[in-house]
């Protein structure tokens, strides 16, 4: 029968051996099982290479490819090339000594992996070859060993061994390098040996005379020890002698396929047919499950970083195998259900155990069975707490019952009567001389000696005072009060420990003596140490205050603890954090409820407990949890954080090399994105095989973000636009349970500054800017230049026409209306006054002087040489007194000192002057007033015009008919102008006329 492929290149090569003849690891073996199938992105449910390499990944090989496993998602990684072909089918993994992975296959010859993929390697054999095994040796040569012979591959180079160079047979099956430098060669036909050049059969007898096996893997242990492995036996070489088989009877559907030294001194054995087995030195094992089922073909084995086992399957997918520390002791060990209530070990090694109404159970090997004898039943219910004084005396404290004193030859119950203070006992401990410190549940201590109650000294210690936790380390006594206190007592005096009590940290729950001498105390809100001159206190509230009970120390210095609910661990590096007042120390959970109590532990003392097989026992709600302690100390380095994608703008970016690693704050070249940067999505990951589920990420952009940002389980980080400038993004992993955190990941980016932003952009801008301005300015400023010059244009000649007509009217009309005066007033001279037409006559001459009056003001108006306010205020002044000369009438004219210079429009003059000459009128027509006073002001930027008479008045709300049209219309013609008019009159007090209009502004 030919030999198919059955180890995994270089694994023997990979990790240190340790002899197979070493003890086996102490403490039964437990490990929890979980499966990888299609349906979770594996490409096949068939595994036949696993490897792990120094960068975290887990490589899987099956007959659909090559995949890459960070414990979250499996990566495929296909062959280079413009025409890749189908996937390769990987047959064996091996990582070099330079951390490259080189993968053998099927039906693709030999590949290695490149960054952007497997590239194949040339090799001296056809094509079709099936690669078997692959080994690394030190100097960078590759061992291949194919279906067509054995190539030596260095540097490019390579050489090809066959049965003409004195192989048995070219099908190589395995290959493996000792220490010495020798080569040994499994083939199909038999086991040789590569020294000094030369191939060199070995022949060895496996059971009887004529037998010879098929072997088919040799491999060297630490102490040089050459082992090979047949079908269903192990070989020592060295000593030439078989070990045994696998199991009696027939072994004819068992068959080795591959093998594993674990790191605590397990030889693992994948078989098919027969499952996993592990070699103690002296027989094989079967690997069994408290849960789960293992798959009986396993091809090939992988240990992890962290101590987890891989399986490559022939049907059953990825298998991980993870050693499990932690056990919650249910009906499947025998124990009943309900909370633990307390826990103690025997001088012996073998642990009592308190159940919540199911009274003591003994463990016995990895299951526990009742306590037997009469007194079992009467504190079924009522245990509360389990002292032992040597091998032979056993105490249990009771719930109300008493105290029970347990030997081999008899049972004793001790109450009042025989000098206890209390039945109700919640807290009972050996002084070694044969006395118990007893603390009833109620309050009290007591110091109890079989043959005669005695108390001890109370001197400074309330006989009243509640002890909840107790500790007696010869020759001292210590206690722990509900109130916090703690007290000390030393040759018969108690001394309290001031400095806890009142601090916040409530009732003392546990006490423990470490290896240096300090006084942990447990207390309801956390964790504090007296170390003789000083206290230490720490406390957790992320979900609510933390109850520290049960404290134990291991064997490696780590601190234990229950809550009750939960079992908590500081290690020893995060003491020495602790003691240097570093904030940050978290304890780490090691195990978490799965239900909770509604009363809690209502009694039970003491809460944990330790036993010579490593592991550490504590009492919970949920029951009964163990923990191996040995070997936790050697925790797996935390993962590294790599950056695996990078996307600019949608599109994949190549990254730097070393962007996945940290060795320095600038050890990573700084990647320089394009200027018009939209956005940029960064995809990670931190290799985590089997738990990658459980790791938690944060991110900060240096430069952009002001702090760290949780990503919690999300891969990707993704960010718009960019300032530019320069940025470095950091990524950091932590565990969920706050147990690791790894180091900073940096990538350097470089945002280039856009032209238009950089110096000289923003300069051109700016001139651009600058220029544009000036332009639209100077623009702006002739056109308005050129609308002022057309309006002054435009204006002149208004002026000059105005002025034509104004000398026009003056010079045509005004001479004939003289002339037509002139004439009147001589025929008038010449007619008799009985004439009839000497009246006509008279009318003429009034009508021709009031038309050249009217004439007078029109040009006046017209005239634009009179546009100003001085000439209004002058046109007024005369106007007035000329209209009342003659009269009988007395006119007054009050004028500014000083006129403002200020130019008015025709429009205003004339409606200011028909104004003044209506109410000029009105006082000269209808007042019947005596004496008129015109008063002008100039204002605040205006004009004010007042005109005042002494004559009869009138009531301005009901006017009279007659002069009412001519009040609106002085009315109307100031408000056309902006400005107003105001009359005040009543009657018999002579009336005041008060008009108002602004002046402009620019000359006001």
């Known amino acids: 029968m030919r030999a198919g492929p059955l180890m995994t290149g270089c694994l023997l090569l990979g990790i240190g051996w340790m002899s197979l003849t070493a003890a086996t690891p102490r403490g039964p073996l437990e490990m929890t099982i979980r499966v990888w199938r299609p349906e979770n992105g594996l490409p096949d449910r068939t595994v036949t290479a696993v490897w792990q390499t120094r960068d975290g990944y887990l490589w899987v090989g099956t007959p659909k490819g090559l995949v890459r496993f960070d414990g979250v998602q499996f990566r495929s990684v296909g062959v280079n090339g413009p025409d890749p072909g189908p996937p390769p089918v990987v047959t064996v993994l091996c990582e070099d000594r330079q951390g490259r992975l080189w993968v053998g296959t099927q039906n693709a010859g030999l590949l290695v992996l490149e960054p ?9 054999v056809a094509a079709s070859a099936t690669i078997h095994t692959i080994t690394a040796a030190e100097d960078g040569t590759l061992w291949v060993g194919t279906s067509a012979g054995l190539v030596e591959w260095r540097n490019g180079r390579s050489h090809v061994f066959t049965t003409e160079n004195g192989l048995p047979h070219n099908t190589i099956s395995q290959v493996s390098l000792a220490r010495n430098g020798d080569l040994w060669i499994t083939t199909a036909g038999g086991l040789c040996q ?4 030369q191939i060199r059969p070995v022949r060895f007898e496996a059971e009887s005379t ?8 040799v491999y060297e242990d630490r102490q040089g020890n050459l082992w090979a492995f047949g079908d269903t036996y192990l070989v020592n070489l060295t000593e030439g002698k078989r070990v045994n088989y696998f199991r009696s009877g027939d072994v004819t559907s068992v068959r080795i396929w591959t093998l594993w030294e674990g790191r605590d001194g397990r030889l693992w054995i994948g078989t098919s047919g027969q499952g996993l087995f592990y070699f103690t030195g002296e027989r094989f094992l079967p690997l069994t499950l408290r849960s789960g089922s293992l798959p009986n073909d396993v091809r090939a084995l992988c240990e992890d970083q962290a101590g987890n086992l891989w399986l490559g399957t022939g049907n059953s997918g990825l298998v991980c195998l993870s050693p499990t520390r932690v056990w919650v002791h249910g009906t499947e060990t025998g124990l009943p259900q309900g909370a633990a209530i307390l826990v103690q070990t025997h001088p012996s090694g073998r642990l009592w155990v308190g159940i919540e109404g199911q009274g003591l159970w003994i463990r016995n090997g990895d299951n526990f069975q009742p306590s037997t004898g009469w007194w079992r039943a009467p504190v079924r219910s009522l245990v509360s707490a389990v002292a032992f004084d040597g091998p032979d005396r056993m105490w249990i404290g009771t719930a109300g019952a008493g105290l029970y004193e347990i030997r081999p030859d008899r049972v004793i119950r001790h109450s009042t009567a025989d000098g206890l203070i209390s039945e109700d006992i919640g807290l009972v401990a050996t002084d070694g001389s044969g006395a118990l410190w007893i603390a009833p549940r109620q309050g009290g201590l007591q110091h109890w000696h079989p043959d005669g109650a005695t108390t001890a000294s109370t001197s400074h210690l309330p006989l009243d005072v509640q002890i909840t936790a107790l500790l007696v380390v010869s020759p001292e006594v210590w206690a722990g009060t509900r109130k916090g206190r703690l007290w000390r007592n030393l040759d018969g005096t108690w001394t309290e420990i001031e400095g806890l009590a009142g601090s916040g940290h409530g009732a003392i729950r546990s006490l423990c003596r470490d290896a240096a001498g300090r006084l942990w105390v447990g207390t309801d809100r956390g964790l504090a140490c007296w170390t003789g001159r000083r206290w230490l206190t720490r406390t957790w509230a992320a979900d609510g205050p933390v109850p520290v009970l049960g404290l134990q120390q291991d064997e490696q210095g780590n601190l234990w603890w229950t809550t009750g609910r939960d079992v908590y661990q500081l290690s020893t590096h995060s003491l020495r954090r602790l003691w240097q007042d570093d904030p940050g120390v978290e304890p780490r959970r090691w195990y978490a409820a799965t239900h909770r109590s509604e009363t809690g532990l209502r009694w039970g003392w003491p809460h944990s407990a330790s036993t010579p097989d490593g592991r550490l026992w504590f009492a919970t709600e949920s029951g009964l949890v163990s923990i191996r302690t040995d070997g936790t100390t050697e925790e797996p380095p935390a993962p590294s954080v790599r950056i695996e994608t990078l996307i600019v703008n949608g599109e994949v970016r190549a990254l730097p090399q070393n962007s996945t690693a940290r060795p320095g704050p600038n050890s990573t070249p700084a990647l320089r994105l394009p200027a018009g940067l939209r956005s940029l999505t960064v995809e990670f990951t931190a290799p985590s095989p089997a738990e990658g589920e459980k790791i938690r990420f944060q991110h900060r952009l240096e430069g952009f973000d002001a702090d760290w940002l949780d990503d919690g389980p999300e891969r990707r980080v993704r960010y718009g636009r960019l300032p530019g400038g320069r940025y470095r993004l950091q990524i950091r992993a932590r565990s969920a349970d706050g147990s690791w955190e790894s180091p900073v990941t940096e990538l350097a980016l470089i945002v280039p500054t856009p032209f238009w932003r950089s110096f000289w952009g923003m300069s051109l801008w700016a001139l651009l800017l600058a220029g544009t301005v000036a332009g639209v300015v100077r623009w702006t400023s002739h056109r308005r230049l050129r609308r002022q010059l057309e309006h002054l244009a435009q204006q002149e000649a208004m002026h000059k026409e105005r002025m034509r007509i104004a000398r026009d009217m003056h010079d045509e009309l005004g001479s004939k209306l003289t002339r037509i005066s002139f ?12 004439d009839a037409t000497a009246g006509k006559l008279q009318a003429i001459a009034e009508t021709s002087r009031a038309l050249l009056q009217a004439l007078d003001e029109i040009v006046w108006a017209v005239n634009p040489s009179n546009d100003s306010l001085e000439h209004l205020v002058s046109y007024l002044a005369q106007y007035a007194t000329e209209y009342f000369q003659g009269t009988t009438v007395e006119c007054q004219i009050r004028l500014p000192r000083q ?36 008063e002008m002001q100039a204002v605040n930027g205006s004009l004010h015009i007042r005109i005042e008479d002494n004559g009869r008045g009138f009531n ?3 006017p009279t008919t007659s002069g009412q049209d001519g009040l609106k219309n002085m009315h109307r013609r100031m408000t056309e102008i902006g400005g107003a008019c105001q009359i005040t009159s009543r009657p018999g007090a002579g009336t005041v006329v008060e008009l108002e209009f602004p002046l402009p502004r620019e000359t006001s």
């Open 899 to 934: 006129v403002p210079h200020a130019p008015l429009s025709a429009e205003v003059r004339h409606h200011v002057f028909l104004a003044c000459e209506e109410a000029l009128n009105n006082v000269l027509k209808h007042a019947r007033a005596t004496r008129v006073q015109l």
């Open 116 to 124: 952007d993929g497997l590239r194949p390697v040339s090799l001296p």
């Open 823 to 834: 004439l009147s007033e001589r025929a008038l001279l010449e007619t008799p006054k009985t």
């Open 210 to 217: 004529g037998r010879s096996p098929e072997f088919l893997g």
């Open 956 to 958: 301005p709300v009901s």
């Open 194 to 197: 590569w020294q000094g050049g």
